[in-house]
């Protein structure tokens, strides 16, 4: 039997229950520390990382300042970037992900008047498709849904898997959701044509970017929607981290989403000069000549680090430093000073007790414009002040900074949360790409910043005791800042995972027979690669991690090999053996019984010593297209 949405998760002891539409009415359809002096390489293999970050069983609480936060979950949706893994690779292979701006999106723009710059951008192929079975969203609601909403729900609920979180675990708890946007080139479409629907105004408001979350989930924390413009998916996070410090909720989704389809935008940014008439973006660059729009969303998943670690969540990387200010009268309207940037960054590290010696890495804002050459003065005064450091925190000795909208481009609200992932892809992967749009500092009296060419990536490995340090910034146009200092995850450690005999239960499902395959799938092809986490810690994950839906296997297996054999032949079509018939253990044989028969049986039963959750492939949405802008629907059509 198939169902269109996850059943209730038998992991958590949390009440659940099922989303549903909420509709106005009825419907008419349903550190430091240099490491050797490498010069740039090609990476090894860019999806590692991510799923060798496990939680870690150390203590990490820092010794001073407030309490630290850990990233648990990541998911995006970006150019070139379907999930962290495929981002890294286009981050690593350094191409501009642009194309023309289809004729579609740019009404209201016309060249002539606004200039040549909204001709290009980095844009997704499908914005507004989207797996409306999946979530239980009627046709007629989900076509009038803004694609941010969409993209920010899909997004979510792979921050969640990413983190090993079932989301029904999460139901009736007061787990916050912060989410940021800038734009409503969905909204301002439909004004546009005088078209109006009873779901218009659920499908179209702001805050219901981050309301809609809450309500999906059943969600009781705080529900924020909020725009600082660029620096919003920043600005959103430091909300996060302060509730979490604070104590107010243990959870926190931090979201971020950003379309490109209507020409008004376009042509205002045009108009003022800010897009780039080449479309191409060149940070640090003297022949940059603007910005290139980008679109997509990201989501994160952040917990306490303490919390997160007793709860074996899988770290991926740790703030250890946040802070927001403006730049008063002293950058202009449109535009941010280098004292303020100087002050804002010295207040982040500040927070962390750090100096500017111990980073290694800066993920600029630089979008490639001519603000650039501020943002690399703010960060040389920094470092100058009080007497340069001999020596920064990364390879070589030196600080290196980049910005990722040489690849994706500026994703406007979204950007702060574009640049904070490939920050903890940084950390994670223990390398730097460095193929286009990156600058060097070097320590000594007067600190410079130079160009650095050739290569795929910089090697920056873990040096132990010395945990490599980051920071993150994002500049918003009317003058709202933000930064964030990053850690790595700490080591790993504890004892190894014990369970019940030498063959684990692994169990996979999906909302029907199709989605079942599609899972297997996916988690095969992962598993063969060199990324594949220990059998015990994915065994465990699935058991405990995930919403378990309506259509389920189990895969016995005693070996990472093994199991990927039976998951492609699941994906195949066929079957793996009947418990009885499996080798399991006799209580795994029970339990995988009572799980394929619908139940909820106590996973955490078979094991003595359960491992830390990791990283694994997210649910592969089975995506429909339903335009990015609803169709002509006048305001007297019948109800």
């Not at 379907?82 to 723009?109: C, I, K, M, Q």
């Not at 200039?115 to 079975?133: H, I, W």
């Not at 004292?339 to 010295?346: D, P, Y």
């Not at 793996?576 to 080798?583: F, N, V």
Request: proline fraction near 10%; glycine fraction near 14%.
């Amino acid at each position: 039997m198939t169902a269109p949405h996850p059943a209730p998760d038998p992991a958590s002891n949390a009440t659940s229950r099922p989303a549903s539409d909420p509709a106005p009415g009825p419907a008419s359809d349903p550190a430091p520390g240099p490491a050797s002096d490498a010069a740039p390489r090609p990476a090894s293999d860019p999806a590692q990382g991510l799923a060798r970050a496990a939680a870690p069983r150390a203590a990490g609480r820092g010794a001073s300042g407030p309490p630290p936060v850990a990233v648990v979950g990541l998911a995006c949706r970006v150019p070139g970037g379907d999930g962290p893994d495929e981002l890294w690779r286009t981050l690593v292979a350094g191409r501009l992900r642009t194309g023309p701006v289809p004729a579609d999106r740019l009404d209201g723009y016309d060249p002539d008047i606004a200039g040549t710059g909204g001709g290009r951008a980095a844009l997704l192929a499908d914005p507004g498709s989207f797996d409306l079975d999946f979530f239980r969203i009627g046709r007629r609601m989900a076509v009038w849904m803004d694609p941010q909403q969409r993209m920010l729900l899909e997004t979510s609920w792979h921050a969640l898997e990413s983190a090993g979180i079932p989301p029904s675990s999460l139901a009736g708890t007061d787990t916050a959701v912060f989410a940021a946007a800038a734009t409503a080139d969905f909204r301002e479409r439909m004004i546009r044509t005088g078209t109006v629907d009873r779901y218009a105004a659920v499908g179209s408001l702001s805050t219901y970017l981050a309301n809609r979350l809450s309500h999906h989930y059943d969600l009781r924390g705080p529900s924020v929607t909020l725009d600082t413009a660029c620096s919003s998916g920043l600005s959103a996070l430091a909300l996060a981290v302060s509730g979490l410090r604070a104590g107010e909720f243990g959870t926190a989704l931090v979201g971020a989403a950003n379309l490109c389809a209507e020409g008004w935008y376009f042509a205002a940014m045009s108009m003022m000069g800010a897009l780039s008439p080449s479309g191409v973006c060149r940070p640090f660059s003297a022949d940059a000549d603007g910005y290139v729009r980008g679109e997509g969303a990201l989501c994160l998943v952040l917990r306490r680090l303490d919390d997160a670690l007793a709860a074996g969540d899988p770290v991926l990387a740790v703030i250890r430093g946040v802070a927001l200010n403006h730049d008063g009268r002293a950058g202009g309207l449109t535009r941010t000073d280098t004292e303020s940037q100087a002050r804002l960054l010295r207040r982040a590290l500040d927070q962390a007790g750090l100096a500017p010696a111990d980073l290694g890495y800066l993920e600029a804002h630089a979008p490639g414009t001519r603000a650039d050459v501020l943002e690399v003065e703010a960060v040389r005064r920094l470092l100058a002040a009080g007497g340069a450091p001999a020596r920064f925190g990364g390879p070589g000795g030196g600080l290196w900074m980049g910005s990722a909208k040489a690849v994706v481009g500026h994703l406007e609200a979204a950007a702060g949360l574009a640049s904070l992932a490939k920050a903890v892809l940084v950390l994670v992967n223990q390398a730097i790409p460095v193929s286009t749009g990156v600058l060097r500092f070097d320590g000594g009296a007067e600190p410079a910043a130079t160009a650095v060419t050739g290569g795929d990536v910089v090697p920056w490995p873990r040096v132990p005791g010395r945990p490599r340090l980051l920071g993150v910034s994002s500049f918003g146009i009317g003058g709202s800042n933000a930064h964030v200092v990053l850690a790595e995850a700490p080591e790993p450690g504890g004892p190894a995972a014990a369970g019940d005999g030498g063959r684990y239960p692994v169990p996979v499902s999906g909302t029907g027979p199709d989605g079942l395959r599609a899972v297997a799938a996916r988690l095969a092809e992962f598993l063969a690669g060199p990324a594949a986490p220990a059998l015990p810690a994915t065994a465990w994950t699935l058991q405990t991690g995930r919403d378990h839906l309506a259509a389920r296997a189990v895969v016995p297996a005693a070996s990472v090999p093994e199991l990927v054999a039976g998951l492609r032949a699941l994906a195949a079509g066929g079957g793996p053996p009947e418990p009885d018939g499996s080798g399991l253990p006799e209580r795994a044989a029970a339990a995988a019984r009572e799980w394929q028969a619908g139940g909820a049986p106590d996973w955490a039963a078979l094991w003595d010593r359960p491992p830390a959750r990791v990283r694994l492939p997210g649910y592969p949405f089975a995506r429909v297209p339903l335009g990015f802008v609803p169709g002509p629907r006048p305001a007297t059509a019948a109800r």
